[in-house]
């Protein structure tokens, strides 16, 4: 009888020790949308205590990403016990709330689309709503306690709850399509997801035993839904085999119209996602979306995994070198033929960049500020930058190694050493110091310097591959096809 009883008492202390306790999220938010009201709006709740002083401080970015004024989109904001006081700081992007000390405060606020009319391209990070969907970026929907991220590397334990009124109504977001979401991330990939809801239509399939998932909402009239999530299935494999990426996990997808009446499309790449946004006429192309999944999708790599020490200092390399590689792997792919490609070249980067008033100044003038201050002045001079400097570093390492090398090496050398060290950021020595494995030749740092800091412009004679030579037009040097036979060619560039 006691052999019977210590067995019992023995196997429930195992089956205690292999139950996992749940950990509690750090925070907890409650989303429910309320597009059906004479405002529609998201509203948001969540309980946080202040601190021994009485204070629980929000962070809410104002002014991100090209746009101020974002607390212009907070809406009725309540806490309850009543506070003494909220203070709202629009200059450091923080709420205030004073209350007792140490109190559980439930806070509740709504979320509103800040200007009138239709979505625009130009207003693509700001929240979207009408009565029939929302989209909203993380960082323009949660509010985030001080306290919560301890850096900008920790990472916090955060719940979602999603509640709808219509159990037609489609929630998704960067983490998944669960209602009830519990994650682990640091702030950059908070900030960097997106959430919608409403009349979405949502695909999917699996790559690599991972989901993918693409949401769309509206009537498109220059593409399907199946054409865009066709081009996704492309991109998404020819890019994985590219950088062989070890990681596991699901990615979403989300493509929302905007109803300019010109040609408009835009997005932004996150870590497991990316949003794209396009314009509903006919003046949008399925080669202009080709373009755009394959650059949003690069972010995934280069600005995601491969982190810019200072973000708008190095756009010559996480956007110019995105752009670069979005045409390099579109043609390795064949997805675009030579002919396209080097037409491409001409007409979408060179004669763009010789006539731009401001393609010579120096990169230190592209500050934070300066950049999204002035952001149509400036908003391709790096994306054209970089992309040519790295056009310029593909040809000479294939030249010096006799066709053993290119500039791909390089990129994956970045990406496994950002892999292994999450602290790593693309600096000018960090990128200088690989370079120099797969280009040793004494004007490499000096080149750096002329092309990328000073802003000159690059001189590509002798610098060009076979089968391709400098057409000057219009003082333009434009790249021309030797021979109408560029087999050899092809294999050269998709090196």
């Not at 997801?193 to 999917?204: K, P």
């Not at 390089?410 to 600096?427: G, Y």
């Amino acid at each position: 009888m006691k052999v019977k009883l210590y067995t019992i008492l023995l196997t429930i202390l195992i089956i205690g020790c292999t139950i996992k306790k749940e950990i509690p999220a750090d925070i907890e938010f409650t989303v429910l949308p309320n597009l059906k009201d004479s405002l529609p709006a998201v509203e948001v709740n969540f309980d946080y205590k202040s601190d021994k002083r009485g204070l629980i401080t929000l962070r809410y970015e104002n002014n991100s990403w090209g746009d101020n004024d974002v607390f212009n989109c907070i809406h009725e904001l309540q806490v309850l016990p009543k506070p003494e006081n909220i203070e709202f700081n629009r200059d450091s992007s923080l709420i205030t709330i004073k209350t007792k000390p140490n109190l559980l405060s439930s806070i509740n606020y709504k979320i509103i689309q800040d200007y009138k009319g239709p979505p625009l391209n130009q207003y693509r990070y700001r929240p979207m709503m009408d009565k029939n969907y929302f989209h909203v970026l993380g960082m323009r929907l949660f509010m985030i306690p001080d306290g919560i991220f301890e850096s900008d590397s920790s990472k916090a334990k955060i719940k979602i709850s999603y509640q709808s009124k219509s159990d037609e109504d489609i929630f998704h977001s960067s983490f998944g399509k669960e209602n009830v979401q519990n994650i682990e991330v640091n702030r950059d990939d908070l900030y960097g997801s997106f959430i919608v809801g409403g009349d979405y239509r949502r695909y999917s399939f699996t790559y690599d035993n991972d989901s993918v998932y693409f949401i769309t909402r509206g009537n498109w009239k220059a593409f399907t839904d199946q054409d865009i999530l066709n081009q996704l299935k492309q991109t998404i494999s020819s890019q994985r085999k590219f950088w062989n990426d070890p990681r596991k996990g699901n990615f979403s997808v989300s493509l929302t119209p905007t109803y300019e009446t010109w040609y408009s499309i835009g997005g932004s790449g996150f870590s497991n996602s990316f949003v794209s946004f396009a314009s509903n006429n006919e003046k949008v192309t399925l080669a202009q979306m080709k373009w755009l999944y394959n650059h949003e999708l690069l972010h995934k790599w280069i600005s995601r995994t491969i982190i810019n020490e200072n973000e708008v200092e190095q756009y010559w390399f996480s956007e110019g070198f995105t752009d670069y590689y979005a045409y390099k792997l579109m043609l390795k792919n064949d997805f675009l033929d030579v002919s396209e490609y080097v037409k491409i070249l001409n007409h979408e980067v060179i004669i763009p960049h010789y006539q731009d008033p401001v393609n010579t100044i120096p990169n230190s003038e592209l500050t934070f500020e300066e950049f999204w201050s002035n952001y149509a002045k400036y908003m391709k001079l790096p994306y054209r930058r970089g992309l040519l400097y790295a056009f310029l570093l593909d040809n000479q390492i294939k030249n010096q190694s006799n066709n053993s090398q290119s500039l791909d090496n390089l990129m994956i050398d970045l990406f496994q050493l950002s892999l292994n060290d999450d602290s790593l950021r693309l600096n000018q020595k960090v990128f200088i110091r690989n370079l120099l494995k797969y280009l040793n030749h004494p004007e490499v740092e000096s080149d750096f310097e002329g092309y990328i800091l000073e802003g000159n412009l690059i001189d590509f004679q002798d610098e060009l591959p076979d089968g391709l030579s400098i057409e000057y037009q219009n003082n333009i040097p434009l790249l021309k096809l030797d021979s109408e036979d560029f087999s050899d060619l092809g294999k050269r560039l998709k090196l």
